[in-house]
C-alpha cells in the first residue's frame, strides 16, 4: 500500500472514532435526561476534572471567561474526548482490532468515573453503556465499509472473505457526516432539555416565601444615577453573576432539607425548611462579590435577600468560646471559612431563602444559602448550604484554602467605570461618565476620576442605601478634545482607604488596581 492510501485509511479511521464518539456522547446525554444528570457522561466527565485541575489553572479560566467557564470546561473535556477518539481511530488503518478495544476501553472511563461518583446507583451507567454499545458498533461499520484491513493483518487471516471494496470518498464522508449530525444534534436536544427540565424547577415551586417580618427599606430613586449604560442598581437574579464549583445545580427538595448547626457548640440544633419559614425572617439589601473579579468586572451583583440572621441561629447552638470560625458544608461537598465574629457581630449576615421577592433560583442556592456583608463569596456565601460546623481556624480550612487562597478574605473598597463603554465613540463636548464603586461593612466615601493624565476629580455619588450595598456615581467633563483619552477611577471607603492603584492578582485575596478604559472624541 502506498503512503497516500495510508494517509487516506488513517484520515478516515480518524473520522470514524470521532464520529462514533459524537455518537455515544449524544446518546447517553439524551438518555441521562431520564435518569439523573449525574448519569450525563460529559457532565461527570467535566465534573471529575474540577478537583484534578491545578488551582493555578482553575481561577484564570473564571477570570477570562467569568460565568462562560463551565461552557469552557464542558467543550474542552469533548474536545480532548474527540482528539482521543480520532487518534484510535487513525490507528485502525493498521491495527483495526487493536483500535476497537481502545475505544471500548476509552468509553469505559466515564461509566467508571460515573460510578464513582457518591449519589450514584447502578441504573446511571445504563445510558452510558448503551451509548458505547452504539458508539464502538457505528465504528465498526464505518470502517467496515470505508477502511479495508491493512494488509499484513488482512493476509493473516486469509481464511475470511474477501473484504468488499471501501466505499468511494464521497460516500465515505457522507455517510461519516450524515451519522456525526445525527450524534451532534442529539447531544444538543439533550442540553435543551436539561436546561428546560431545571427551569421548571418542581422543586422551587414547592416553596412559598412567607411575608419578612422585618421589610428592608424601599430603594430610593436617588439611589441610581440614571446613566444609560450603567449597570441597574438591583441585579435580577437572571443577570447575577454566578460562580461555583459544580456544572450543574444540584436541585433540592425543600422538604428534604435541612440545616445541622454541630461541631463547638453546648447544643447541636438542627432545622428543617419549615422551621426556618416559620421564623421572623428579614430582609436586607447586600451586594455580594467574587474574589475572582478583575479590576473593573462583573463579578459582583446587588439584591434585596430575605432570610434569618445566623447569628440568632448560632445564639440557639451557644458556640464554646474557644471557636473563631464557622466552617459552611455544601450540599455538594463545598466548604467556606467564615470568621465567628462577622457571623455574631450586628451585621446582617443571612441564611437566605429569598432573592428579590422570589425564592432563590437553583444556581444562586436553592433552597438556602448564606449572604454575609463585607467578605468575599468563596469565605462566606455558601449555595445549597446544609452544615454550620463551628470550629477554629487552626482545625479546619475550606475549600479554596486548600487550593491557595487565603482562610480569611475581607472586601476591598472598588469602582469601575460602566460608561462610556471600553473604545467606546464619543460624541465631542460634555463627555458624561458613570459607574458603581463598592465598600462593603464600610461604606463609599469619595469617588475620584482622572481624565488622561489630569487631576483627581470628585464624582457625584448617588444616595447611599446601606453601607453593604454598592454606589453608584457619575461626572462629566466639559471641552474635551478629539481623539482618543484614558479615563481611570479609584474610591474611598468612609475608614479613609483609598482604593491601590497598585496592580495584583486575584490569587490570594482579590486583584488590586484602579479600573482604566480608553474611548474616542469625535
Ligand atoms: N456550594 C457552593 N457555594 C458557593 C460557591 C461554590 O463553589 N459552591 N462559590 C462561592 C463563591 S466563590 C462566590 S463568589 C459566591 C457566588 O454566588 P452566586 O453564584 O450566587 O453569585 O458563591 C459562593 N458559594
Ligand atoms: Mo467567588
Known amino acids: 500500500m502506498n503512503r497516500k492510501t495510508r494517509a487516506a485509511h488513517r484520515f478516515r479511521g480518524a473520522l470514524a472514532g470521532v464520529v462514533a464518539t459524537v455518537v455515544m456522547f449524544g446518546l447517553a446525554d439524551v438518555l441521562a435526561r431520564a435518569f439523573s444528570p449525574s448519569a450525563a457522561p460529559l457532565l461527570t466527565l467535566g465534573q471529575a476534572i474540577i478537583p484534578l485541575a491545578p488551582p493555578a489553572a482553575i481561577k484564570p479560566v473564571i477570570a477570562l471567561f467569568g460565568d462562560n467557564d463551565k461552557l469552557v470546561l464542558i467543550l474542552s473535556t469533548g474536545l ?26 476509552a468509553g469505559l472511563v466515564p461509566v467508571i468515573v460515573i460510578i464513582l461518583r457518591p449519589e450514584a446507583g447502578a441504573p446511571d451507567i445504563i445510558p452510558t453503556l448503551i451509548g458505547i454499545g452504539v458508539g464502538v458498533a457505528v465504528f465498526v461499520l464505518l ?28 460516500r465515505f464522508f457522507t455517510l461519516a457526516g450524515a451519522v456525526g449530525t445525527i450524534g451532534a444534534v442529539t447531544i444538543a436536544a439533550g442540553q435543551t432539555v436539561a436546561s428546560l427540565a431545571q427551569e421548571a424547577g418542581a422543586a ?40 461555583d464549583t459544580v456544572l450543574s445545580p444540584p436541585v433540592i427538595d425543600p422538604e428534604q432539607w435541612s440545616l445541622r448547626i454541630h461541631g463547638m457548640v453546648e447544643e447541636e440544633v438542627t ?14 439589601h447586600i451586594t455580594l462579590t467574587c474574589v475572582s473579579n478583575p479590576v473593573g468586572g462583573e463579578l459582583v451583583g446587588n439584591a434585596t435577600w430575605l432570610g434569618y440572621p445566623v447569628r440568632e441561629l448560632l445564639a440557639r447552638a451557644r458556640p464554646s468560646s474557644q471557636a473563631d470560625m464557622v466552617l459552611s458544608h455544601s450540599f455538594d461537598g463545598f466548604t467556606a471559612s467564615t470568621p465567628l465574629g462577622a457571623l455574631t457581630d450586628d451585621r446582617a449576615a443571612l441564611l437566605a431563602v429569598g432573592m428579590n421577592d422570589e425564592p432563590l433560583t437553583p444556581i444562586h442556592g436553592f433552597p438556602a444559602r448564606l449572604v454575609v456583608p463585607g467578605l468575599y463569596g468563596f469565605v462566606s456565601a455558601t449555595k445549597w448550604v446544609t452544615e454550620l460546623e463551628v470550629t477554629r481556624f487552626d482545625e479546619k480550612t475550606a475549600y479554596w484554602t486548600d487550593r491557595g487562597w487565603d482562610a480569611k478574605a475581607p472586601i476591598l473598597v472598588a469602582s469601575r467605570i460602566e460608561v462610556p463603554k471600553p473604545l ?19 461604606g463609599i466615601d469619595r469617588v475620584e476620576v482622572k481624565l488622561d493624565d489630569g487631576d483627581w476629580t470628585q464624582a457625584d455619588l448617588a444616595e447611599e442605601v ?48 484602579h479600573h482604566h478604559i480608553q474611548f474616542r472624541v469625535e
Open 424 to 442: 467606546a465613540k464619543v460624541s465631542a463636548g460634555t463627555v458624561r461618565v458613570g459607574g458603581t464603586a463598592w465598600a462593603q461593612r464600610s
Open 271 to 284: 432545622l428543617t425548611m419549615d422551621d426556618v419559614l416559620d421564623l421572623p425572617l428579614e430582609e436586607h
Open 80 to 105: 480532548g474526548a474527540l482528539v482521543a477518539a480520532g487518534l484510535i481511530g487513525a490507528l485502525a488503518a493498521s491495527r483495526r482490532r487493536l483500535a476497537t478495544t481502545l475505544l471500548l476501553a
Open 466 to 513: 446601606t453601607i453593604d450595598t454598592w454606589r453608584q456615581w457619575r461626572a462629566d467633563f466639559s471641552g474635551v478634545e478629539p481623539g482618543t483619552h484614558t479615563l481611570t477611577v479609584r474610591a474611598t471607603d468612609r475608614d479613609g482607604t483609598v482604593q491601590t492603584g497598585k496592580r495584583r492578582d486575584s490569587i490570594p485575596n482579590s486583584a488590586t488596581g
Open 143 to 170: 470502517l467496515r465499509l470505508g477502511v479495508p484491513e491493512a494488509t499484513a493483518e488482512a493476509t493473516a487471516r486469509t481464511a475470511r472473505p474477501q473484504q468488499p471494496d471501501p466505499l468511494s470518498r464521497r
Open 204 to 243: 422551587v415551586a414547592k416553596l412559598v416565601l412567607p411575608t419578612p417580618a422585618k421589610k428592608a427599606a424601599a430603594i430610593p430613586a436617588a439611589a441610581s444615577t440614571d446613566i444609560e449604560g450603567t449597570v441597574p442598581f438591583v441585579t435580577e437574579a437572571k443577570d447575577f453573576y454566578r460562580i
